[in-house]
């Protein structure tokens, strides 16, 4: 156990920013994302785990501070220098005599920046820039805050699959802020669901899609044929311009199919769609507090 966490609340002022009641552990290897909307606590859950908010309740690890490195969502850096000398200064050591550190240079593509001022530098670039300084630390425990936050989709993809791949070998436990749901679908195998401050669920990221969603999701535009030509299928909650059938069954599956085929509708069949499984968890969650506040 890297990490656990449990009976916690934040509270600022008369406000409880988060409120943590049952354990959430992290383990060797975990690779948690943190999902929920503006407000929902995902921040302050970073701040509480590094002692930056004042907290009640339980955090315990066997980690030091040392051994926890933390990519924050805001990174500024001073301007009077290239930032190959703030990156050796931070770290404390040459490019040219670190071999790891030429090695990560190289792996995000970042040779032609190290001569540019931060402030000279696109919004990728400064992602990167952090990001080698986060990961020369090879921390057991690292967190990444809106990692690609501000960027554009090209860029971010880039970003997200140097991410995988260089984790991809390694036992290093992460922990994922992020708004992006196809970011979190390549590099969580947990997720933690917040909402206004509370947890709706914690767990293994198949398990909780086959949990709101069942085996598989078929998505569709939304029109008013399609909603009648899909009137007899069980379907999800989903953003307003899509359809999101629940398939239980690899027998439900091919008949939906089928039918899509032969009215020949474009579709999109999921097994880790994290957006339509957010908004299913939400919604359970929300229909479970107002049934127990109407008891």
């Given at each position: 156990?890297?990490?656990?966490?449990?009976?916690?609340?934040?509270?600022?002022?008369?406000?409880?920013?988060?409120?943590?009641?049952?354990?959430?552990?992290?383990?060797?290897?975990?690779?948690?994302?943190?999902?929920?909307?503006?407000?929902?606590?995902?921040?302050?859950?970073?701040?509480?785990?590094?002692?930056?908010?004042?907290?009640?309740?339980?955090?315990?690890?066997?980690?030091?501070?040392?051994?926890?490195?933390?990519?924050?969502?805001?990174?500024?850096?001073?301007?009077?220098?290239?930032?190959?000398?703030?990156?050796?200064?931070?770290?404390?050591?040459?490019?040219?005599k670190n071999k790891k550190l030429q090695d990560l240079i190289a792996y995000f593509e970042f040779?032609?920046?190290?001569?540019?001022?931060?402030?000279?530098?696109?919004?990728?670039?400064?992602?990167?820039?952090?990001?080698?300084?986060?990961?020369?630390?090879?921390?057991?425990?690292?967190?990444?805050?809106?990692?690609?936050?501000?960027?554009?989709?090209?860029?971010?993809?880039?970003?997200?699959?140097?991410?995988?791949?260089?984790?991809?070998?390694?036992?290093?436990?992460?922990?994922?802020?992020?708004?992006?749901?196809?970011?979190?679908?390549?590099?969580?195998?947990?997720?933690?669901?917040?909402?206004?401050?509370?947890?709706?669920?914690?767990?293994?990221?198949?398990?909780?899609?086959?949990?709101?969603?069942?085996?598989?999701?078929?998505?569709?535009?939304?029109?008013?044929?399609?909603?009648?030509?899909?009137?007899?299928?069980?379907?999800?909650?989903?953003?307003?311009?899509?359809?999101?059938?629940?398939?239980?069954?690899?027998?439900?599956?091919?008949?939906?199919?089928?039918?899509?085929?032969k009215n020949n509708i474009n579709y999109k069949r999921s097994n880790n769609d994290i957006e339509?499984?957010?908004?299913?968890?939400?919604?359970?969650?929300?229909?479970?507090?107002?049934?127990?506040?109407?008891?």
């Amino acid at each position: 156990m890297l990490l656990s966490i449990q009976n916690l609340t934040v509270r600022y002022g008369q406000d409880t920013a988060l409120s943590i009641q049952k354990p959430i552990v992290i383990e060797d290897g975990d690779r948690v994302g943190v999902i929920g909307s503006n407000g929902a606590g995902k921040s302050t859950l970073i701040k509480s785990i590094l002692g930056l908010v004042n907290y009640q309740g339980t955090i315990r690890t066997e980690l030091t501070p040392e051994q926890i490195a933390v990519h924050m969502q805001f990174n500024e850096y001073t301007d009077t220098m290239p930032v190959k000398y703030i990156m050796e200064a931070i770290l404390d050591t040459k490019i040219s005599k670190n071999k790891k550190l030429q090695d990560l240079i190289a792996y995000f593509e970042f040779e032609d920046c190290l001569r540019k001022k931060f402030t000279k530098l696109s919004g990728g670039q400064k992602q990167r820039f952090t990001i080698i300084l986060v990961m020369m630390q090879d921390a057991p425990l690292t967190f990444y805050d809106e990692v690609t936050s501000g960027l554009d989709f090209e860029t971010r993809q880039k970003l997200v699959e140097k991410l995988v791949d260089w984790y991809k070998e390694k036992d290093s436990s992460l922990c994922i802020v992020s708004h992006y749901y196809e970011e979190l679908e390549q590099l969580a195998n947990k997720l933690l669901i917040l909402d206004k401050g509370k947890v709706i669920d914690f767990g293994n990221k198949e398990e909780l899609f086959r949990k709101y969603c069942g085996r598989a999701v078929m998505v569709i535009d939304y029109s008013k044929d399609n909603e009648r030509l899909t009137k007899n299928y069980k379907k999800l909650a989903s953003p307003a311009h899509l359809i999101a059938l629940s398939c239980e069954s690899e027998e439900q599956e091919k008949e939906i199919t089928e039918l899509f085929l032969k009215n020949n509708i474009n579709y999109k069949r999921s097994n880790n769609d994290i957006e339509i499984m957010y908004i299913n968890a939400k919604e359970n969650y929300e229909k479970a507090e107002g049934k127990s506040y109407a008891e």
